[in-house]
């Protein structure tokens, strides 16, 4: 007999849900059964609203009744919230079939970034990244991604006039172009003019540098932010931090970024993880500044976070200053990534399936 730990931790198929279709198909489905065409705009409201069936009053039990033999409304519901003294919000959404994911909502004067999960727990394993611990359950499909927008745009929408949520990061769990498709139809969805119309200039993803992947990005017609965790300017050092640099190295992930970059004209960004495991020391610095040079970039550095599970250390707060002035004298464009959310464990490298120990 299958045990209730296999159900939830092996990918299954579950019925989609409303959130995961585009506007054509769920017309092309609606106006295939004989409606008109005014009840395909009620029902892709009800789904941009986040809406299960039972509170879309203006639809037709004859429609709801039609959508649900083969949908379900939502993919993801709200599980548990917890606040932060910086005010960022971090969630704990529910799946329909038993997994929990995690989701952060940070609010900034320019708008609010929401932080989004693309894969339950990851396999890439980062030294410092929450996200790896436990490995990789599933990918999460374009309707469980879309979901998290959709349930956190309601949770903090109090003016319907306009949207709580202007930016989202890919950089919740998982590694977004290890689920390149679905990650690349939720770019289509959440994009769209017809639903919560997110510019592509308002999404950033972050990768490690799965190289295939950055250029099937470039040429998708998604000009979002590329965000490469960089961590480490040589294959030496970046393969203590991230086992994938095994696989791809590191001048094949600079040539897809500069690749990425030619197709989109977008600012690369690069990330970097300020540890104490020998990334921030002065030679260091200089091997960066050689590897960005004349590269339209932008350099993030980022004060670890603490992990149980990963024995890394942080960089210190002198290591950190110095690390910055060096890159800044070189006229490199940097900054210190503000904290947001590392109390309840919500900060960069501190997401994970934190749920999954109970569901084992």
């Known amino acids: 007999m299958t045990s209730e730990k296999t159900n939830i931790n092996t990918e299954k198929n579950i019925k989609e849900s409303l959130q995961g279709l585009t506007f054509d ?11 008109p065409k005014y009840r395909v705009e009620q029902v892709y ?23 649900s033999k083969k949908y379900n409304a939502i993919s993801v519901s709200l599980e548990s919230e917890f606040s932060s ?21 940070m609010p900034h004067d320019y708008g609010n970034t929401l932080c989004v999960s693309t ?60 689920n390149y498709e679905n990650v690349v139809k939720f770019l289509s969805i959440i994009t769209s003019p017809k639903g919560i119309n997110i510019s592509p200039r308002n999404i950033s993803l972050s990768t490690v540098g799965l190289t295939d992947g950055i250029r099937r990005l470039a040429t998708s017609g998604y000009s979002v932010t590329l965000a490469i965790s960089l961590h480490a300017p040589t294959d030496e050092k970046r393969k203590k931090l991230i086992p994938i640099s095994n696989k791809y190295k590191l001048t ?11 197709k989109t004209k977008r600012r690369l960004i690069f990330e970097y993880a300020l540890t104490s495991d020998g990334n921030t020391d002065q030679a260091t610095a200089r091997e960066l500044i050689n590897l960005l040079k004349g590269i339209p970039c932008h350099v993030n550095l980022i004060p670890l976070n603490i992990v149980d599970g990963k024995k890394i250390g942080k960089a210190s707060a002198k290591q950190s200053t110095d690390f910055l002035d060096t890159l800044k004298k070189a006229s490199l464009s940097v900054t210190i990534r503000r904290s947001l959310g590392d109390d309840i464990e919500g900060a960069c490298g501190q997401l994970r399936h934190s749920r999954l120990a109970e569901q084992k």
Do not use: H
């Open 119 to 178: 894969q339950i727990g990851c396999r890439m394993n980062c030294s410092f990244c929450a996200s790896g611990i436990g490995g990789l359950v599933r990918n999460l499909t374009a309707d469980e991604i879309v979901g998290q927008v959709l349930l956190a745009e309601r949770l903090n929408n109090t003016d319907t006039s306009k949207r709580a949520i202007s930016n989202i990061v890919l950089m919740g769990s998982g590694e977004p172009l290890d």
């Open 252 to 262: 094949e992930v600079m040539e897809a970024a500069k690749f990425y970059f030619e």
């Open 25 to 35: 198909k769920l017309s092309s489905f609606i106006l295939g059964e004989g409606f």
């Open 85 to 105: 003294k910086s005010g960022a919000k971090k969630y704990l959404y529910r799946l329909n079939d038993g997994n929990v994911i995690e989701g952060v909502f």
């Open 45 to 67: 409201k009800m789904i941009m609203q986040g809406k299960d069936y039972d509170e879309a009053t203006n639809i037709p039990l004859e429609i709801k009744n039609m959508l």
